[in-house]
């Protein structure tokens, strides 16, 4: 099956600093990924929906300026946490579509530890 | 994209099957019914998904009512491994919300 991978698994850093989280499709191309927030106890949070060539379609509520992402091609998409503080500590989560088929692939996840 | 509503939580023994149901009362014509599993710190995996009446696969059933109007989640013999929480989704054009889930709880 599709596999997608994210890097790294875990991140612990200053408040203050930025922190850049990549998510890969490792076997297949796809044009549409989307990065999810999950807090502890609690159901994933879309964020942002990424299209490869374009800009990033953000949820309402995510600031687009705190949470860069980039897809410059169809294996991988970044989300970088720029400026983080201990609010942002999660577990962040990509996803990525293969356009051929209605299914999500999700990646296993980052803990952003933010002290 | 229509609100899935789940139970928040469900017990049960190993071996027994289990039904989880989830109500998507607007569901569009376009939108396919997909159940994901998820442990702690990890990302949710596939279980199923259907558009109409049933679907089976090696792990689970899923049974969706010719309103799809709501749908049901059956896991055959569940042991401990299954305690997780499952999510009922609506997906249409990609873009998926994610209800709360229900957390399922499995005992020896």
């Known amino acids: 099956g599709a596999v997608v991978s994210q890097h790294p698994s875990r991140v612990i850093c200053k408040s203050g600093t930025s922190v850049k989280i990549e998510c890969r499709s490792l076997d297949f191309q796809a044009t549409t990924m989307f990065w999810y927030r999950q807090f502890p106890k609690q159901s994933l949070m879309l964020m942002a929906t990424?299209?490869?060539?374009?800009?990033?379609?953000?949820e309402q509520g995510v600031e687009k300026d705190k949470f860069l992402i980039n897809h410059a091609s169809l294996t991988l998409s970044t989300l970088t946490v720029t400026s983080a503080h201990p609010e942002d500590s999660s577990f962040y989560i990509c996803?990525?579509?293969?356009?051929?088929?209605?299914?999500?692939?999700f990646g296993p996840g980052t803990r952003l530890t933010v002290l | 994209l229509a609100k899935t509503t789940q139970p928040i939580s469900m017990d049960s023994y190993e071996g027994q099957e289990v039904n989880i149901t989830c109500s998507h009362n607007?569901?569009?014509?376009?939108?396919?019914i997909t159940w994901y599993q998820q442990f702690p710190s990890q990302g949710p995996r596939f279980i199923i998904q259907g558009y109409k009446t049933k679907v089976t696969n090696e792990v689970a059933s899923l049974f969706i009512p010719a309103d799809r109007k709501s749908s049901t989640l059956s896991l055959p013999r569940v042991s401990l491994s299954d305690t997780a929480v499952y999510y009922c989704?609506?997906?249409?054009?990609?873009?998926?919300?994610f209800g709360a889930g229900t957390r399922l709880f499995v005992k020896a």
């Open positions: 989704l609506t997906t249409g054009g990609f873009k998926t919300i």
């Open positions: 996803s990525a579509v293969q356009s051929s088929y209605n299914e999500q692939f």
């Open positions: 607007n569901i569009a014509t376009n939108d396919y």
């Open positions: 990424s299209n490869e060539g374009s800009k990033a379609t953000y």
